[in-house]
């Protein structure tokens, strides 16, 4: 019997590998969702959303019961001075410019004035100032004469001397800077050649006779600044045509203020 077994064994080892019963494992079947609930959780998704949709759009939108008021800057500025302003008080009104006093005053300390020559011009400092007091070597040669707006840097020119340029008879042309805020007396007086004047655009004070004599001088501008203009500052001025003066400006009363006849027209502005 064991010989049996033996070759029963053996003839099944050649026919094929021997599967035992401890080798078959059975899977159990996946196991399976029913379709029907996941469609249902969609529908009723795909409902809230349009629901929710549908209520946003019929919300009223708030509008402003007035539009805005549009206010410039200057009249914002105006309400801001007006709030802060009692009403029984005024602004104070603007006052004139000062014209600062650069000479030597009673009580001070003397002072040594020195003496700078620039592009035939002579300049002088007093109390740290420069002041035009007139040209190099002889005048009758000057044709073209540029004032400095300061000296060495450091000294403003603030006013053209009594008489500085009079009797330039060949100067055509004249720059002042801006600088400048007084021409005294007479500084451009018989000066018959004078064609041009780039005038100062801070000039506040000019004296009597400054352009007397120019008698080929045809116009001048004034600047804003300038307080006065007296009778005598165009005096034989022939070839006068046109003045423009500021308003602010004060000149003699009368249809010819400056003596000069009909042909002189004098702009305000």
């Not at 300061?150 to 800077?177: D, Q």
Request: glycine share 6%; proline share 7%; net charge negative.
């Amino acid at each position: 019997m064991d010989l049996f077994s033996k070759k029963k064994h053996n003839s099944t080892e050649e026919d094929g590998p021997v599967i035992r019963d401890s080798d078959l494992c059975v899977m159990p079947e996946k196991e399976r969702r029913p379709a029907k609930v996941y469609s249902l959780l969609f529908i009723i998704m795909l409902t809230a959303g349009i629901v929710a949709l549908i209520a946003f759009d019929r919300e009223p939108v708030e509008e402003p019961d007035e539009s805005p008021v549009l206010i410039s800057a200057a009249e914002e500025t105006q309400e801001m001075i007006d709030e802060e302003l009692p009403e029984d008080v005024q602004p104070e009104p603007v006052s004139e410019p000062v014209i600062p006093d650069y000479n030597q005053q009673p009580g001070q300390a003397k002072v040594e004035y020195r003496r700078y020559e620039i592009n035939s011009i002579v300049y002088e400092i007093r109390n740290d100032a420069a002041f035009v007091v007139g040209t190099v070597g002889n005048k009758k040669n000057v044709k073209y004469l540029t004032i400095e707006s300061s000296v060495k840097y450091m000294y403003p020119v603030v006013e053209i001397c009594e008489g500085a340029f009079s009797g330039c008879r060949k100067l055509l042309r004249v720059h002042i800077p801006d600088s400048v805020i007084i021409i005294r007396e007479s500084a451009f007086e018989n000066c018959k050649k004078l064609e041009r004047v780039r005038m100062s655009g801070g000039l506040i004070t000019i004296e009597g006779r400054v352009f007397a004599g120019c008698t080929a001088l045809k116009s001048l501008k004034f600047p804003a600044t300038v307080k006065e203009l007296r009778a005598d500052v165009f005096e034989g001025d022939t070839k006068l045509t046109k003045l423009r003066i500021p308003e602010s400006c004060r000149i003699p009363e009368g249809d010819d203020p400056f003596g000069l006849g009909d042909k002189l027209k004098i702009e305000i502005y």
